[in-house]
Structures are given as structure tokens and as C-alpha cells.
């Protein structure tokens, strides 16, 4: 019995000195960070320009290595791929910094200079001073315009003649015209001589004048109608004479002589109505307060 028995043997095999089998993390790390390197110098390669590839070359050459700790020292200045910095476990941030494209400029040229931000860019006082002076002329020519029909209103006499005056703010200053009507001419035909209600209108005109201290022009025109006088008189006389007619009546009225800055006669070479050069309404007087330039600074040359 004893020669029958079956002996079962184990057999236990030796240790193999711990773990192993983390080589291969090791190699998969150094890959992957092999790859995000290959992968960042394609991306750098696509989005640079030459001078930026330049300036990463000297960044990285050995004479000019940075010795700056911080992001914002470097030649690459822009985008951050990482947002947590320090505080990331373990990852790595990298951050990339464009440098600025450099403008280029001829030999003889100098840099361009930076601009001033326009927060920083204040009107002068000179400017200050004559916007003011535009705004308070505007008011005065307003109210000048409203005084104008506001007396033609209070006098029945001249109320019908309000379709006979054109009052208007323009670039020159405030210009006020008395035009012909059909059936009411402001002076005789061929006469330089106005009409009794013409010179009511304008002793209205020369008070709303001296009301403001502008200068003024005045220029009389004529359509273009052939006309010829004696002595070879013509549109261009007419107009002149009837523009010192108006004048002579201004002056009789109070406007002093230095307040005239020009009298002309334009006979028909500004038509009030240019479609239509022989229209009644050519035929008028213009009258012109214009606006004065501001004051010159003390010691400035004009």
C-alpha cells in the first residue's frame, strides 16, 4: 500500500522583483510629447510671417536667449494655450507670443510716429472760441430773419410784398433777396430808380442791418433779356446802378459806409431760376450779412 501512494508536488516560482510593465508609459509619454511638439512647430510654420520666423530663429539662436522668466519677455507675443498656468497638475502651459509685423519704410523715410489716442486729442481754445462764435452767429441771423417778417407782418402795406423777399442762412452768412413779381416790378423798366413800396422794404431791411455788426454785400442782377440803352448802357450798368440805388437808401437809413464790404452788378450771370433766364424772378437785389472770421489771437499775424 505504501508504494501505491501519489505524492502531489508544488512548486512555487520565484519573484520576478516587482511590478514591471510601466516601461512602455514612459515611451508613450515622450511620444505624445514629441507629437504636441511637431504638431506646434507645423502650426508656428503656418501662421507666421517671414520676419516672424525670423525673430523665433534669433529667439532660439544662443547668443540671444532670453534670460526673462516671465511670458511677456519673450519674441513670440499673443495666445496662451494654457488658462490654469501654475496652478495646472502637472500639465505643461504653453504660451506664444507673435511679435508685431514691422512696417516697412524706404531709407528715407522716418518710422511712422504713434498716433494720440483720441481721448487725448482736446479742441484748442482758439477752436473752442470760434465755435462759439459760429453758434451765437446763427442764432443772431435767425432772430435778424424773424425780425425781418415780423415787421412786414405788423405793416399792411408791405405784408403783400412778403412774396417778394427771400430770406436764407447760408455758407456766406445771412442773405436776403428782393425779387421782381409779375405785375410788381421794384424798379421801372430800364431804370436804376426803386419803387416807393421797394423803399420801405428797405428801411426795414436797414434796421434788422444794424441790428447785427456783420458787413454786408450787395449785388444787383437783371434777366437775361437784350437790353440796350444809350450811350451803349446795357444789363451790366443796370444792375451795377441799381445795386448803389439800394446802397444810397441803406446808408440814408443808418448803415455806415464802413459796414459795406462790396456793390456789384451781375446783370444776368446768376439766375435765380436758371431754367427759366428770363423769369421775372432773375430780376432782384441781394443783400448779404456775412459771417465774420473770429477774432485773432493776441500777437497773431493776420
Known sequence: MADDAIIIKKIKKGGHGGHHGGAWKVAYADFVTAMMAFFLLMWLINTTSPEQKRG?????????????????????????????????????????KMAPETTKTKDNDSPPTESVPAEEIRPSAEDVEAQEQSASEERDFEAAEMSLRQAMQDMPDLAELSKQILVDITPEGLRLQLVDQEGRPMFAAGSPEPTDRIKRLLTEVAKIVLKLPNRITISGHTDNGQFEGANGYNNWNLSTDRANATLKILMAD?????????????????????????????????????????????????
Open 254 to 302: 443808418g448803415v455806415p459806409a464802413d459796414r459795406v464790404y462790396a456793390v456789384t452788378g451781375k446783370a444776368g450771370s446768376e439766375p435765380l431760376l436758371p431754367e427759366d433766364p428770363y423769369a421775372s424772378a432773375n430780376r432782384r437785389i441781394t443783400i448779404v450779412l456775412l459771417r465774420e472770421a473770429p477774432p485773432l489771437p493776441a500777437g497773431a499775424k493776420p
Open 56 to 96: 523665433i530663429a534669433d529667439y532660439f539662436a544662443p547668443a540671444s536667449v532670453s534670460r526673462s522668466t516671465s511670458g511677456a519677455g519673450g519674441i513670440l507675443d499673443g495666445t496662451s494655450f494654457g488658462e490654469n498656468g501654475g496652478k495646472s497638475g502637472g500639465a505643461v502651459a504653453v504660451v506664444v
